[in-house]
């Protein structure tokens, strides 16, 4: 009997009968690799980080881009806008242009319109203000039709759209005048076609019956004048109401004189209103502007 055996503990087996034991077939233990004394103290490398950096700065610089843009898209929004001094003429331009279709034509040719008989005219120290009185106005006509061909043939190599045409009379009663606007592309060209007409030439008379001016017409004309207004170009003629045909301007320099008068005073006003620049423009900013 062995020692230990009441206590179920016993000794530990001999390392001989544990060397029988593997060599009856039980499986040895995997031999370790040799390593060598500075294995022990190695530390394996961390793994590298940089690429998280990367990603950082990436979602960083795209954050900030979208800041930018939202910050510049308020900014369009709110800050006031402003325009360039091309883009301030441009509309000051289209402003003007647009006036011989948007305006009433008792805008364009008012009832009454002032003008002035020179004081050297009445042989007077200053000079007296007269009214001339619109007769009617005529429809819209185009640049042919509405000029002599002299004329036409003028306006038409420098672009012209239609005329405008009313008809005056003088504070007397004496002297009818047809007023035309003539509609060109721009100054330019009102400039040009207004240096470039013939002496005598510009736009026809209107008649109207039934009026005091009734005998006016084309034989009746006396003198043209001609001035440019923006992009119109203000014409004029004038001769006597009552249809007397063409009279030698020396025979009475007073007629003359109050002829020019008249018909230069209706074109001045009517043509620095309808050829005025408007106020500069500009916009007071916001969303709405």
Not at 18 to 35: D, H, L, T, V
Not at 258 to 286: F, T, Y
Request: contains cysteine; positive net charge; hydrophobic residues 45%.
């Amino acid at each position: 009997m062995r020692p230990g055996g009441l206590s179920g503990g016993g000794s530990p087996a001999p390392e001989q009968d544990i060397a029988a034991e593997y060599q009856r077939g039980w499986p040895r233990p995997a031999a370790s690799p040799p390593r060598s004394a500075h294995a022990a103290a190695r530390i394996p490398a961390p793994r590298p980080v940089r690429w998280r950096y990367r990603v950082l700065l990436a979602g960083l610089a795209a954050a900030l881009a979208g800041l930018a843009c939202s910050l510049a898209v308020v900014a369009v929004h709110v800050l006031p806008r402003t325009f360039s001094a091309a883009q301030q003429q441009q509309i000051i331009n289209w402003e003007i242009g647009k006036r011989w279709r948007a305006w009433p034509a008792g805008r364009i040719f008012p009832a009454s319109v002032p003008y002035q008989l020179p004081a050297a005219s009445l042989n007077s120290a200053t000079a007296v203000r007269l009214d001339a009185r619109r007769v009617g106005i005529a429809a819209q006509a185009s640049c042919q039709a509405a000029t002599d061909p002299a004329a036409w043939r003028v306006l038409a190599r420098h672009g012209c759209r239609a005329v405008l045409r009313a008809t005056y009379q003088d504070s007397t009663g004496a002297f009818a005048i047809t007023v035309g606007v003539a509609v060109l592309p721009g100054l330019s060209q009102a400039s040009g076609a207004g240096r470039a007409l013939p002496s005598g030439s510009g736009v026809r008379a209107v008649r109207f019956a039934h009026t005091l001016v009734t005998g006016f017409g084309a034989t009746a004309r006396q003198l043209s004048t001609a001035v440019a207004a923006g992009p119109y170009l203000i014409m004029s003629t004038v001769g006597y109401a009552d249809g007397r045909h063409h009279v030698r301007e020396s025979a009475d320099p007073y007629d003359k004189d109050e002829m020019l008068s008249v018909a230069a005073g209706i074109s001045d006003w009517i043509g620095g209103r309808i050829g005025a620049a408007p106020p500069a423009p500009h916009c007071p900013g916001g969303p709405s502007c």
